[in-house]
RNA sequence: GGUCUGUUCGUCUAGGGGUUAGGACACCAGAUUUUCAUUCUGGUAACACGGGUUCGAUUCCCGUACAGACUACCA
């Protein structure tokens, strides 16, 4: 293993719909690992299934990952030294290593039709068998160029008769692998099946094409999930036939992202049954035409998703939790990803938001109200949206909440908080908000604390306490029984529109 | 069923042969001179079980249990 190696990753995915949750994460992972060793990420699509093509997903998976700030050095769309980077034009490519596997031996025709795949596993399941695996053993009764003779297989060849190549797995033999993660994990080669390496449309399968590829791609490290744990000692022995073992990357199988409830792997089947996405984005299914919502659609910031994702599975070595993205690619590193699978907890997710939507400057976050104010037909100057903002970030966990949490910066209240106003409005609050309005008409300086004083002089005159109409007062100002700081706001708000409000109020509810 | 992988508070996790087992989310209580969904302070809460090894194990080893992944001409 030459120490020398450029770090070089790999996101590769399969365009079969969005991408969720943990895709987004193996990405993150792979970026992370290769910015961290000033090497490359790239991203190749992984479309040797035409019969599973979705029209869009590959363009959904490219803009998750823009969204996301994951920017691939090379791929589709953006090219590069080793392209293409989608396998369905890397057709040709193949069958060169499929022939070299061929002429060694370690790897052979199967002419098995597809009933007769299925005759041979329900008669290996009545015998006892509970996944029958086309392997050393059932290959000996199966149509191939192992149990064929030469003639005859040359003949099927020759009358172009379909076949797929499989790989011949050895017996006997004990395959190990190092993983950065798990360390060394070693499976007999009897417990393995003669996987498919090239089918009978002249694709090759994901096992072919994915060592291949990170052959002529120079990858170095393999990130993952880890259901592909189980298929990677046969991705060794291919390396191994291939005559690659010296360039065989380095792999690092990370656990799976589980339900919050109950058990299993996080899938794209879950959509927003589980009452949260499991998307980065909106997605639109093309056959069915069901929507799935996405996390930039639900409000999340790309940056506070990308937080959430890093902790499911990997932790610094002290207790920080709020990352950029830089100080992330500082901090991370692959030893440090734990080996058990991590439960999503949308609680916690939500968090994150509210904590990164704190961080976030008044100015970005009044730009991104803007538009939300324009549906409502508001429109203000930005200095004006900007205090706003900044009044309110404290209290919003989503920038969707925004509109609902200041609508009273922008307009009078249509309707007041009954249960404040029921419980609070007696007599002397008609007393004590009618002096309100005449010391908040007086002052010239209308300032938090000068209004905050004025309200205390309004209790002190009428010997009432004043805390006993502060939620009133911030009812009447806002219909709103919560909000933030009330004198920030009601200084925000200005004079005039306070007392106004105070004035109409009086009208409504005045005893 | 088989193979592989895993198991520290409800959740994400830190730690590691001798610790009051640490942090965060959530939850509960108090505080912010009784606005609040923010903030602050405090609190409840965990080493799956059984055997070893050891002076000592939550930490190392072996079993058991449980969980998950995989088991296609899908990736």
């Not at 369905?88 to 022939?99: G, H, M, T």
Request: glycine share 8%; with cysteine; hydrophobic share 35%.
């Amino acid at each position: 293993m030459s120490i020398e190696r450029r770090v070089r990753t790999r996101f590769a995915p399969s365009p079969t719909g969005p991408l969720h949750l943990g895709g987004v994460r193996t990405a993150l992972y792979c970026w992370l690992f290769a910015k961290k060793n000033g090497g490359d990420f790239l991203l190749r699509i992984e479309d040797t299934d035409q019969e599973r093509f979705v029209p869009g997903a590959e363009e959904y998976i490219i803009e998750s990952l823009n969204w996301a700030g994951l920017h691939y050095d090379e791929g589709p769309g953006v090219g590069g030294p080793h392209g293409p980077y989608r396998q369905s034009e890397r057709k040709p490519i193949y069958r060169k290593y499929v022939d070299q596997l061929l002429t060694a031996g370690h790897a052979y025709y199967a002419f098995d039709t597809k009933q007769e795949l299925d005759d041979m596993r329900e008669r290996m399941t009545k015998a006892g068998m509970v996944s029958p695996k086309y392997d050393h053993v059932t290959r000996e009764y199966m149509k191939n160029s192992l149990t064929l003779s030469k003639d005859e297989v040359d003949a099927r060849l020759a009358a172009g008769e379909p076949y797929v190549v499989r790989i011949k797995i050895p017996r006997n033999e004990e395959i190990r692998l190092h993983d950065i993660i798990r360390g060394w994990v070693s499976v007999r080669s009897n417990e393995l099946d003669d996987k498919v390496l090239f089918k009978s449309d002249g694709m090759p399968t994901y096992h072919m094409a994915n060592v291949v590829d990170d052959y002529l791609m120079n990858i170095s490290h393999v990130i993952r999930g880890e259901e592909w744990l189980p298929s990677a000692p046969t991705h060794v022995l291919l390396y191994k036939y291939l005559g690659w073992e010296d360039q065989m990357p380095q792999f690092a199988h990370l656990p799976l992202i589980l339900k919050p409830e109950g058990n299993g792997k996080l899938s794209k089947r879950d959509g927003d049954r589980l009452g949260f996405p499991v998307f980065s984005l909106n997605w639109t299914d093309p056959f069915s035409g069901e929507t799935s919502s996405g996390y930039r659609e639900a409000g999340y910031l790309p940056d506070a998703y990308i937080n959430i994702l890093v902790m499911l599975g990997w932790h610094p070595t002290d207790n920080k939790e709020l990352f950029t993205k830089d100080e992330l690619i500082e901090a991370f590193s692959l030893e440090r990803v734990s080996k058990s699978g991590a439960k999503f907890d949308p609680e916690k997710a939500k968090w994150y938001n509210h904590q990164y939507l704190k961080m976030t400057d008044n100015a970005i976050l009044a730009e991104a109200f803007l538009p939300q104010l324009k549906d409502q037909g508001i429109e203000i100057n930005l200095e004006y949206v900007q205090n706003v903002c900044g009044l309110i970030k404290e209290k919003a966990t989503f920038m969707k909440d925004f509109w609902s949490l200041s609508s009273y910066f922008f307009k009078k209240p249509e309707h007041y908080d009954e249960k404040v106003i029921e419980k609070k409005w007696d007599a002397e609050a008609s007393l004590f908000l009618s002096a309100l309005i005449n010391i908040f008409s007086t002052l010239t300086d209308f300032k938090s604390e000068s209004a905050h004083k004025g309200f205390e002089e309004a209790a002190v005159s009428l010997n009432l306490k004043s805390g006993n109409y502060m939620q009133l007062f911030r009812v009447v100002v806002s219909g709103q029984a919560s909000g933030p700081s009330i004198w920030d706001m009601v200084a925000l708000i200005g004079k005039d529109e306070i007392v106004n409000r105070l004035q109409l109020a009086m009208q409504l509810y005045g005893k």
